[in-house]
């Protein structure tokens, strides 16, 4: 066995083992490959006594489960506002259970089809426009409408502003029938509304 800086290493088994010990400094840098079997991130599932797979703990994780995370999870982004947040595609197969999610095939075959609906993305003012201010903080808007005729189906806002930590948002939520925003300190946002007929 060689002890290195809190690192050791078995090389006289078959499965090498490396150990990252408390010791300081431990080992840090970039490393080009890593593999695990199994892992758990975040402040609750620390220690092992408190959380484990396998032997003596007080709550016992799933034996099926091959990664477990307390926080929000984002895919190609800093910023999740969500469990798992995804900026890009997402394949999945067809759903089974009731809360599953659905691809966009599965949901058109449901309806009869991409023909039977008639779906825009209507977008609100860019930049937004200024509202006043509210307690000597400026804020602005932005509203997407749908067109005569269609209905809302959802909707959303693009927070083209910069650094999160120097505005807040105020609104992101629906109005009759389109998509309501709105922020503090800056214009870059914009509204879009879901709407079909």
């Given at each position: 066995?060689?002890?290195?800086?809190?690192?050791?290493?078995?090389?006289?088994?078959?499965?090498?083992?490396?150990?990252?010990t408390t010791y300081y400094p431990s080992p840090f840098g970039m490393y080009k490959e890593m593999r695990s079997?199994?892992?758990?991130?975040?402040d609750n599932y620390y220690k092992s006594s408190d959380y484990c797979w396998d032997?003596?703990?007080s709550t016992h994780i799933s034996s099926n489960t091959d990664?477990?995370?307390?926080?929000?999870?984002?895919?190609?982004?800093v910023d999740p506002r969500a469990k798992l947040h995804v900026n890009g595609r997402i394949k999945a197969f067809d759903p089974v259970d009731d809360d599953d999610v659905a691809t966009k095939a599965?949901?058109?075959?449901?309806?009869?089809?991409?023909?039977?609906?008639?779906?825009?993305?209507?977008?609100g003012e860019y930049p937004g426009t200024?509202?006043?201010?509210?307690g000597r903080?400026?804020?602005?808007?932005?509203?997407?409408?749908c067109p005569a005729g269609y209905t809302l189906i959802t909707g959303g806002?693009?927070?083209?502003?910069?650094?999160?930590?120097?505005?807040?948002r105020i609104s992101d939520s629906p109005t009759t029938n389109g998509w309501f925003c709105a922020i503090t300190q800056t214009n870059e946002l914009r509204a879009r509304a879901w709407c079909c007929k």
């Open positions: 066995m060689i002890l290195f800086l809190g690192v050791s290493f078995c090389l006289a088994q078959t499965e090498e083992k490396l150990t990252i079997q199994r892992q758990a991130i975040g032997g003596i703990c990664l477990i995370v307390e926080g929000d999870v984002g895919i190609g982004m599965y949901v058109d075959a449901q309806v009869s089809g991409p023909g039977s609906w008639d779906c825009i993305v209507a977008s200024y509202r006043g201010v509210t903080i400026r804020w602005y808007s932005s509203t997407a409408s806002c693009d927070w083209i502003a910069g650094d999160p930590t120097h505005y807040v």
